[in-house]
């Protein structure tokens, strides 16, 4: 079946642009994760929504980061004015409930020059 | 969710049993092992999770110590596609959570 997809794969910006990453989960999976990784690091959390209710952003770096589910399916990651220091790839995971496993999309590879 | 140690790389010889071993000395009795990796430029992909037994599926098999101090990650016959980074976590399996990532072990097959 249709895994975890993110769109864009690739997206270069210029410092000061705001982006826009969107995911779309599994479909049915309740739980949906952001994660960002940098260059030769594991991923690191950012947020995470229960169908729409984002129950813990303690993990976005600053208030610059933003993330929402509004419908409990599609989510959307903006980040406003960017830095070259949020450079990374960003990955979105879903899971069907609290007893499931997290399957991970293919990411969105940010670029800010 | 508990730490755990890795090592930073290991080759293998393709063919053969790629062995990654992954230290957890502080685990908590509610916390299982779980395993991902990471193909390049792709996301992370599960492989299996464990609480105290051994557990095996399609991809590969985890042996958990009797004392649930370490583990073992077996890939029986390893391709030149099991070239990845290896993530080793320890987590509370019943609680939708956020997944601590470590570095993991980048895991070479050699042809």
């Known amino acids: 079946g249709a895994g975890v997809s993110q769109s864009p794969r690739y997206k270069v910006a210029k410092r000061g642009q705001d982006v826009a990453l969107r995911c779309d989960p599994i479909?049915?999976?309740?739980?949906l994760f952001w994660y960002q990784q940098a260059l030769g690091q594991g991923p690191e959390f950012l947020t995470y929504f229960q169908n729409e209710a984002q129950l813990d952003k303690s993990g976005l770096p600053s208030d610059r980061f933003f993330a929402e589910r509004p419908e409990g399916s599609v989510s959307t990651l903006k980040i406003q004015r960017t830095q070259q220091e949020d450079s990374a790839v960003y990955l979105c995971?879903?899971?069907?409930?609290?007893?499931?496993?997290?399957?991970f999309g293919p990411g969105t590879r940010l670029t800010v020059l | 969710d508990a730490k755990t140690t890795q090592p930073t790389s290991m080759d293998c010889a393709e063919g053969r049993a790629a062995n990654l071993p992954c230290n957890h000395s502080?685990?908590?009795?509610?916390?299982?092992v779980y395993w991902y990796r990471q193909i390049h430029s792709q996301g992370p992909q599960y492989i299996i999770h464990g609480l105290k037994n051994n557990e095996t599926n399609e991809m590969a098999s985890l042996i958990i110590t009797e004392d649930r101090k370490s583990s073992t990650l077996i890939l029986p016959h390893a391709t030149l596609r099991d070239t990845a980074v290896y993530y080793c976590?320890?987590?509370?399996?019943?609680?939708?959570?956020?997944?601590?990532f470590g570095k993991g072990t980048r895991l070479h097959i050699l042809p």
């Open positions: 502080t685990i908590s009795g509610n916390e299982y």
């Open positions: 995971a879903s899971s069907l409930g609290p007893l499931d496993t997290q399957y």
């Open positions: 479909s049915g999976h309740v739980s």
């Open positions: 976590i320890v987590r509370v399996a019943a609680r939708d959570d956020k997944i601590i």
